[in-house]
T-cell receptor, first 113, second 113 residues
């Protein structure tokens, strides 16, 4: 049973560019959440997708957008990259109606130069 | 913004000793969770304690929660070198696996062989 997978593992982009990160949830899960973790900090909630709609959003600008597909996989898009967007991006999956458990993927390390 | 603040920021102990980590938070919660992260990769869920619980055990882990003081502690007994990692507390404002998590900045634990 595959857990949460994310791609790519590492990514280097230039300021002003756009990036797309991908996440496949754990088998059977229907909800995907995205978190940003800057170096030396704890993860910060970006947004959550369920039934292909954004259900909750953290304190992130509109440059951060996402999508969820019918197979529950999800993408995180960041436009007009800034140096401060350099971070580890974590995806977590869960099942609506279940209690508490969220499963995290290994993350995508984004470096903006 | 960070909800939880862990204390200490870094902890170094000898193998076999106990490690105690503390977390304080600011707003009302439904539950508090502890996660482990190895080498800046994905998060592993360790233990969850609900707001109406005071203490919980899981293997070598013991977590306590004091809602009146808005604080929690994680005790790892008989530590091993493999316990070396960063530890985060995360709070959830409501029940359900779709509840967004608010993390603290984390504690770096080093266990010397």
């Amino acid at each position: 049973d595959a857990g949460v997978t994310q791609s790519p593992t590492h990514l280097i982009k230039t300021r002003g560019q756009q990036v797309t990160l991908r996440c496949s949830p754990k088998s059977g899960h229907d909800t995907v959440s995205w978190y940003q973790q800057a170096l030396g900090q704890g993860p910060q909630f970006i947004f959550q997708y369920y039934e292909e709609e954004e259900r909750q959003r953290g304190n992130f600008p509109d440059r951060f957008s996402g999508h969820q597909f019918p197979n529950y996989s999800s993408e995180l898009n960041v436009n007009a990259l800034l140096l401060g967007d350099s971070a580890l991006y974590l995806c977590a999956s869960s099942l609506q109606g279940e209690s508490y458990e969220q499963y995290f993927g290994p993350g995508t390390r984004l470096t903006v130069t | 913004s960070q909800q939880g603040e862990e204390d200490p920021q870094a902890l170094s102990i000898q193998e076999g000793e106990n490690a105690t980590m503390n977390c304080s938070y600011k707003t009302s919660i439904n539950n508090l969770q502890w996660y482990r992260q190895n080498s800046g990769r994905g998060l592993v869920h360790l233990i969850l304690i609900r707001s109406n619980e005071r203490e919980k055990h899981s293997g070598r882990l013991r977590v306590t929660l004091d809602t009146s003081k808005k604080s929690s502690s994680l005790l790892i007994t008989a530590s091993r070198a493999a316990d070396t990692a960063s530890y985060f507390c995360a709070t959830a404002p409501y029940t359900g696996a779709n509840s967004k998590l608010t993390f603290g900045k984390g504690i770096t634990l080093s266990v010397r062989p």
